[in-house]
Nanobody, 121 residues
Framework: QVQLVESGGGLVQPGGSLRLSCAAS????????TAWYRQAPGKQRELVAH???????NYADSVKGRFAISRDNAKNTVYLQMNSLKPEDTAVYYC???????????????WGQGTQVTVSS
């Protein structure tokens, strides 16, 4: 059984920073591509950033230059460093991890429970 626990969300003023974490626990053989998504009220969930198992990264145009995704494979954890936050970054942020639990199992996608990020003065 794999569980994901997100942390790091909260209320921050415009221009501030937050660092989100998503830690996977349980039976984990290896972690594949991981990503962060967000969903603002009344909007569809959107991809914010993705990092491959090899470390290649991709970002939504709206966060390029401000956000940075990283991962620690030894800790089965993915991070999202968010700088220069704007009110339009306000949303619930979800992590998304591709995990293979045994050497013979098929990789599956797991979602975190979501963490609220509010950018407001």
């Amino acid at each position: 059984q794999v569980q994901l626990v997100e942390s790091g969300g909260g209320l921050v003023q415009p221009g501030g920073s937050l660092r989100l974490s998503c830690a996977a626990s349980g039976s984990i053989f290896t972690m594949y591509g991981t990503a962060w998504y967000r969903q603002a009220p009344g909007k569809q969930r959107e991809l914010v950033a993705h990092i491959s198992s090899g470390g290649s990264t991709n970002y939504a145009d709206s966060v390029k230059g401000r956000f940075a995704i990283s991962r620690d494979n030894a800790k089965n954890t993915v991070y999202l460093q968010m700088n220069s936050l704007k009110p339009e970054d306000t949303a619930v942020y979800y992590c998304n991890l591709g995990i293979q639990v045994t050497t013979s199992s098929i990789p599956k996608v797991y979602w975190g429970q979501g963490t609220q990020v509010t950018v407001s003065s």
